[in-house]
């Protein structure tokens, strides 16, 4: 996990960021736990979460859900988008969004806070990747290759996904994205909350 260096995708204006780390931090406060206590749940430094929550340092996908998971929220949200009670409609250039320098990827929430699904597009540079390990979730998810190809780490066997391929994932079962191409890769995923 290093610092926020990366500039964002070509076709992603940077007028729109999300404050992760405020959001975490306001998450973790809604909780009661110290930055130690949040630390030990996440198997995180104290220092780290300390810098995630002041934007000095961005997780990678893998780390955000793990962070979701210890505050007991879904992943999307983490993100701090249009609320509820709002239009049904999220413009590309409102999404909110998030990078990680080290795995190269960026996730952005594509949904609505307060609705049923949960929609999210993670693009992998080359050689990016979802975490360090694959992850399961508590959820089954769709995916959809929109762009390049994908390696997917699917419990112990892995698949190439190319453009137009697409994937259920059940809940509990761990999974990893890798693009090991040699260009930008874009994954849909949605879930059920």
Same mark, same amino acid.
């Given at each position: ?10 076709? /992603? ?15 973790? *406060? ?23 929550? @002041? ?19 879904? /992943? ?36 609505? *806070? ?6 999210? /597009? ?30 997917? @780490? ?16 059940? *809940? ?22």
């Amino acid at each position: 996990m290093s610092r926020v260096s990366n500039p964002l995708p070509k076709d /992603l204006p940077a007028h729109a960021p999300v404050a992760l780390g405020t959001r975490v931090r306001q998450l973790r *406060a809604k909780t009661g736990m110290s930055v130690r206590a949040f630390a030990g749940a996440t198997d995180f430094s104290a220092s780290f979460i300390s810098q995630l929550e @002041t934007g000095v340092v961005s997780p990678s996908l893998g780390s955000l859900e793990k962070i979701a998971e210890a505050l007991g929220v879904t /992943l999307r949200d983490l993100f701090v988008g249009p609320q509820e009670g709002q239009a049904l409609i999220v413009r590309r250039d409102e999404r909110p969004h998030a990078s990680s320098s080290w795995s190269r990827a960026h996730i952005e929430g594509l949904g609505i *806070a307060g609705q049923k699904l949960t929609a999210l /597009l993670i693009t992998l540079e080359p050689e990016g990747r979802s975490g360090k390990r694959p992850r399961a979730q508590p959820r089954e998810e769709f995916a959809f290759v929109m762009e390049g190809e994908v390696r997917l @780490t699917l419990g112990e066997e892995e698949h190439e996904l190319r453009k137009g391929d697409s994937a259920v994932i059940p *809940a509990g079962v761990p999974r990893l994205w890798v693009n090991s191409k040699s260009r930008e890769a874009r994954v849909l995923i949605v879930s059920a909350l």
